[in-house]
């Protein structure tokens, strides 16, 4: 593990990956394709985001603070993971733990991000399998 930590902020609101798709036809077959909203954000978070020179390929700890422009989008982080490949780490399946929290800014909707190595093995002791199993039985 190298001890990888990087903080940024991306302006702009991001797009519900659940509520980001949309059914097209290509070439007479349905296909589903991110929504207008969806790939506008994913080209202004690719015009903001730093590229790691070699991203990490520790495993990782995100935490965001996205703020929206109303309190209408549901708190989605997953297309800001997406849009993290490549770029932070390798791939997304190294974020082993996330800590989102929701904001209000109707003028200046943004995510300030903060991507860091993690160690799978310190879980905290009120979460772990054993705590719930002594609860129970005791």
Same mark, same amino acid.
């Not at 790939?39 to 991203?55: A, G, I, L, T």
């Not at 700890?61 to 708190?75: G, K, N, Q, T």
């Not at 860091?116 to 093995?121: A, G, T």
């Given at each position: 593990?190298?001890?990888?930590?990087?903080?940024?902020?991306?302006?702009?609101?991001?797009?519900?990956?659940?509520?980001?798709?949309?059914?097209?036809?290509?070439?007479?077959?349905?296909?589903?394709?991110?929504?207008?909203?969806?790939?506008?954000?994913?080209?202004?978070?690719?015009?903001?985001?730093?590229?790691?020179?070699?991203?990490?390929?520790? =495993?990782?700890? !995100?935490?965001?603070? #996205?703020? /929206?422009?109303?309190?209408?989008?549901?708190?989605?982080? %997953?297309? *800001?993971?997406?849009?993290?490949?490549?770029?932070?780490?390798?791939? =997304?399946?190294? !974020?082993?733990?996330? #800590?989102? /929290?929701?904001?209000?800014?109707?003028?200046?909707?943004? %995510?300030? *991000?903060?991507?860091?190595?993690?160690?799978?093995?310190?879980?905290?002791?009120?979460?772990?399998?054993?705590? #719930?199993?002594?609860?129970?039985?005791?």
């Amino acid at each position: 593990m190298d001890n990888f930590d990087k903080t940024f902020t991306i302006y702009g609101e991001p797009a519900s990956k659940a509520n980001s798709r949309k059914m097209v036809v290509i070439r007479g077959k349905p296909a589903l394709i991110k929504s207008t909203k969806a790939r506008s954000y994913v080209k202004m978070f690719e015009q903001q985001c730093p590229v790691m020179e070699v991203p990490t390929t520790d =495993d990782v700890v !995100v935490e965001m603070m #996205i703020y /929206y422009a109303s309190r209408r989008p549901d708190l989605d982080e %997953s297309l *800001i993971l997406d849009c993290m490949q490549n770029r932070i780490y390798k791939n =997304d399946r190294q !974020v082993k733990q996330k #800590i989102i /929290y929701w904001g209000l800014d109707k003028e200046n909707p943004r %995510s300030i *991000i903060r991507v860091r190595s993690c160690d799978v093995d310190k879980i905290p002791f009120y979460l772990s399998y054993d705590t #719930i199993l002594i609860k129970k039985y005791s």
